[in-house]
């Protein structure tokens, strides 16, 4: 399976067979260059904002830039991707009868007043600023997916996910964690965003990808929060890549986007219950597998 947090992309499964559609803002066929030309995967350019017929069973709409840099680029785009966007792959879902899948994300808390973040929990989110595209984005995507639920008996499954990282992503992300170790592979300062007391909580990608796939084949509508519940503040997270990756580089404080929220950690008690499901990558194992990926795309070897 395809799931790269950044890209525009929603895939899906029937029996094997599986077809990507990405329009490549974010995304890049490298990630993709195993699978093409295999005998049961398709490889389609094609936007969701755009209607698409095809037939499928299963749909995995992932699509929308996830990073703040590339959402708030084009931020129009990004609130069409998750409105548009997901009323099309609805609109395909109940022309065939698949099965579909939102990833929606932990934005929908916007900056939680409450800690760790339940899904009961309706958020804080700011209606009109630059993050508004992507979070209100993803509550509206989420209503739609609620409201064909309702209306047209869609099947439907919502996940709610948190910060990702993993090899393959996009080195010129701008998140955290790619951030950091490219700075920490290039030897230029960790740029840790004021006040640098905020948290995330970081999941390795084969952890999401296993939560989605169990999301989409059990019986639960979800919202699903899937995430690693390990928190950092963002100077803990340049203190483990420095030690890890290089004890030698600078760590330095730059002046932060307005809305960023100050905490933020899944409570996966729903993951565990209803989908057995529990992330095991911890982040010191998890940033390790990144650099290797990273050097390798960068052409910096370890002992350079
Ligand atoms: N749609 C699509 N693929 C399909 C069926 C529908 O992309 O196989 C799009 C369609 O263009 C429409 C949206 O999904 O804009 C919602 O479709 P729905 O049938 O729910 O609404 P309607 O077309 O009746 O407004
Ligand atoms: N951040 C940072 N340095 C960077 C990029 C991001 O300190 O080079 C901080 C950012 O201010 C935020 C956190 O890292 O508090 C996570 O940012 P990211 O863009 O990775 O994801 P978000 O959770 O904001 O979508």
């Known amino acids: 399976m395809l799931y790269q947090h950044i890209c525009i992309s929603w895939c899906c499964f029937s029996f094997l067979q599986v077809i990507v559609a990405d329009n490549y803002f974010t995304g890049s066929k490298d990630n993709l260059k195993k699978w093409i030309g295999h005998p049961r995967f398709e490889l389609i350019r094609h936007d969701v904002t755009e209607p698409l017929l095809i037939e499928v069973d299963q749909i995995y709409h992932l699509a929308c830039p996830a990073s703040p840099i590339f959402y708030k680029y084009n931020p129009v785009k990004t609130i069409k991707t998750n409105v548009i966007g997901t009323l099309n792959m609805l609109g395909l879902a109940k022309r065939v009868g698949a099965r579909i899948l939102l990833t929606s994300t932990s934005e929908v808390y916007g900056d939680p007043l409450i800690h760790p973040q339940t899904e009961s929990y309706w958020g804080n989110v700011n209606p009109i600023g630059v993050r508004s595209c992507y979070d209100e984005g993803k509550r509206v995507a989420e209503t739609l997916m609620f409201d064909y639920h309702r209306q047209h008996g869609i099947e439907i499954r919502i996940a709610r996910i948190f910060n990702t990282y993993g090899p393959r992503m996009n080195i010129d992300d701008g998140r955290v964690v790619s951030n950091f170790i490219a700075q920490a592979i290039r030897d230029d300062p960790l740029t840790v965003q004021a006040p640098g007391t905020q948290t995330r909580s970081f999941c390795y ?52 986007t307005p809305d960023d929220p100050r905490q933020r950690k899944p409570d996966i008690t729903k993951a565990k219950d209803l989908l057995g499901w529990e992330p095991k990558v911890k982040l010191r194992d998890g940033l390790p597998l990144m650099e290797d990926d990273f050097r390798t795309r960068l052409g910096v070897p370890k002992n350079k």
Do not use: W
């Open 205 to 256: 990608v084969s952890d999401m990808v296993d939560g989605l796939i169990r999301l989409m084949q059990g019986d639960n509508t979800g919202p699903i929060n899937i995430g690693n519940p390990g928190e950092f503040t963002m100077i803990e997270l340049a203190e483990n890549v420095k030690e890890l990756i290089n004890p030698k580089v600078e760590i330095i404080m730059v002046e932060n």
